[in-house]
């Protein structure tokens, strides 16, 4: 059975180097405490999401001041339809890179929860058991 969705860990795996993925792999399993993703790193993560979100909203506003302005004045379609192209991309783009963030945010403020509450799999002994993702 493939799974349809992409996990934390294959978002690193994805996005990042291999070795910079790995590090902060081991970072965040190493040993399910709450020092692994902490409050600052979690409000890092939720700044960047409203940053993005704030792209996304200011792209998406420029796509439809632009087709709002290609409605009322037709003389340049050539120009027109090739700026219209890249402003459509780039809030595509921008809605994506926002996703991807709030995803990550959310991820990220899972395992902070389950590394503070009494969750046995996210507060073992990291030297042990050498750290899990609980699944």
Request: charged letters at 30%; zero cysteines.
């Amino acid at each position: 059975m493939t799974r349809t969705y992409e996990t934390l860990w294959d978002r690193f795996l994805n996005r990042l180097p291999t070795s910079a993925a790995n590090d902060a792999i081991r970072t965040l399993k190493r040993g399910g405490t709450f020092k692994d993703v902490d409050f600052f790193t979690l409000k890092e993560a939720e700044q960047r999401v409203d940053d993005y979100r704030y792209n996304a909203k200011q792209a998406i506003v420029a796509y439809k001041a632009w087709k709002l302005k290609k409605a009322v004045r037709g003389l340049f379609g050539v120009f027109d339809d090739r700026e219209g192209t890249h402003l459509r991309a780039h809030a595509r783009a921008m809605t994506s890179i926002y996703l991807d963030a709030r995803r990550d945010h959310a991820d990220l403020t899972h395992l902070l929860m389950r590394s503070v509450s009494n969750d046995a799999a996210a507060n073992g002994n990291p030297s042990k058991e050498g750290g899990s993702d609980g699944r």
